[in-house]
């Protein structure tokens, strides 16, 4: 089995923002009883055994180099905490040594809690989920799929442009954004507090908030629509409240999974692996100004993106660039020269529905949290949202020198006032 792997284009972007950015996706597990953490550690092994990618280190090179390299040999461990906020806070604040995985457990008098750093560069958010389901059902005894990593990482047979009309959309799509980013807002600080680097909240959407939601949106859009919306009306609200700059627009990341098969096995759907291509949502303020507008405006835009398949961009703009990666490793220091341009007000990326068997003799994960990074220094607060048992969990992260951990809090019930309209 090789024990070293080229990286993609797209790992070696995410690699290159570690410059600029922590790049840690935040995923977190809690189960009803008490996890043996000596089993843990071996299920943890046996995950990695079939999804390679967790064992992932970026090798050292020259900067003249074309490509960068990963090399599989990274060890795993598993550390225990009696803090559950302590674990979250310092685990996803740094990234040690580039490890594509590390794991705590945090003893809890409401049952334990798996938390789990993954590298970006390495591992996105549906891999990170697809991760955890395999150290579950490996401390459970359960059978485990293999992922098929070096089919998969293919981006070109992926989302590569098949025609000149998909070429033409994509430039379209990057045009039409860059245009729309004129007077950007960007989510305005509220002083910020020392501590680690990031500051998290979570608010849970109980089954019968999210089945309202569901019932009360527009024909055409989805719910995933209907969180867009609240959180770009969230942002320009914040801004407002403290007299604090709003922009033209509002622009929120979106990311969108590369993988073409289900978790069956079947298909790219196992796969644990960096595959998530990002689309920008950017919507004028003058169209925010109700919950139905904002939807409407939304959902134009991501159903426009699903029917052009305008997500491969990225593959076409990172996949023809031999540069060395001297140059690529310099590139995001000048990202501010640009980044009124390209990088969005926000991120906001959901993961859909989480599911998990029981961990052994822990019992059944009864919570599932996750956040993703904040992939530049001019994104001040993220968004994630992971679905468990028919409701959602939405986990908001910050750069907690800009915007602290209260304040944090007060943005998460603005958005959560702002999906109450929704509701109608």
């Known amino acids: 089995m090789p024990r070293s792997l080229p990286a993609t284009p797209l790992d070696e972007a995410f690699l290159d923002l570690r410059a600029v950015s922590v790049l840690s996706v935040h995923l977190e597990l809690r189960v009803t009883g008490r996890v043996d953490t000596q089993r843990l550690a071996t299920a943890l092994a046996t995950a990695a055994d079939h999804h ?19 090399v599989l040999d990274a060890p795993l461990a598993v550390e225990v905490t009696d803090d559950v906020a302590v674990a979250r806070e310092h685990l996803q604040s740094h990234l040690p040594d580039d490890r594509a995985v590390a794991v705590v457990v945090a003893r809890d008098p409401d049952g334990d809690v798996l938390a789990f750093r993954f590298h970006h560069a390495a591992i996105d958010g549906r891999g990170a989920l697809r991760f955890a389901a395999s150290v579950v059902d490996a401390y459970a005894g359960r059978t485990l799929p293999d992922d098929h990593l070096e089919r998969a990482r293919d981006l070109r047979r992926l989302a590569g442009a098949r025609s000149l009309s ?3 959309a994509r430039a379209g799509k990057i045009a039409s954004d860059v245009l729309g980013r004129a007077g950007l807002t ?5 002083g910020g507090e020392d501590g680690p680097h990031h500051a998290f909240t979570t608010r849970r959407l109980e089954p019968d908030v999210v089945a309202a939601l569901r019932d009360g949106r527009p024909e055409g859009a989805t719910l995933n629509d209907v969180l867009l919306a609240a959180h770009l009306r969230t942002v320009v609200a914040w ?3 403290r007299g604090a700059r709003v922009g033209r627009s509002v622009s929120v990341m979106m990311p969108v999974d590369l993988r073409d098969g289900d978790d069956a096995g079947d298909g790219d759907g196992v796969v644990v692996a960096n595959l998530a291509s990002y689309v920008a949502v950017v919507v004028p303020v003058r169209d925010l100004a109700d919950a139905p507008a904002a939807i409407a405006a939304v959902s134009a835009q991501t159903r426009a993106v699903k029917q052009d398949g305008t997500a491969g961009w990225i593959v076409d703009v990172l996949t023809p660039l031999l540069v060395p990666r001297g140059l690529k490793q310099v590139a995001p220091r000048l990202l501010p020269l640009v980044e009124g341009r390209f990088v969005e007000s926000t991120i906001l990326s ?3 529905p989480a599911r998990f068997g029981e961990l052994g003799d822990a019992g059944p994960v009864r919570e599932v ?3 993703p990074p904040n992939l530049s220094p001019r994104m001040a607060v993220t968004l994630g949202v992971a679905g468990h048992d028919d409701g959602l969990t939405l986990t908001w992260r910050s750069l907690r020198r800009q915007v602290s951990e209260a304040g944090l809090a007060e943005f998460a019930e603005t958005l959560l006032r702002c999906l109450d309209e929704a509701r109608g």
């Open 186 to 190: 960007r989510i305005a600080g509220d």
């Open 52 to 70: 390679r990618m967790a064992r992932a280190r970026p090798a050292p090179g020259p900067p003249w180099a074309l490509r960068a390299h990963w």
């Open 166 to 168: 998909d070429v033409a």
């Open 350 to 352: 959901n993961l859909g």
């Open 239 to 241: 801004n407002a409240r």
């Open 369 to 371: 949290s996750f956040s």
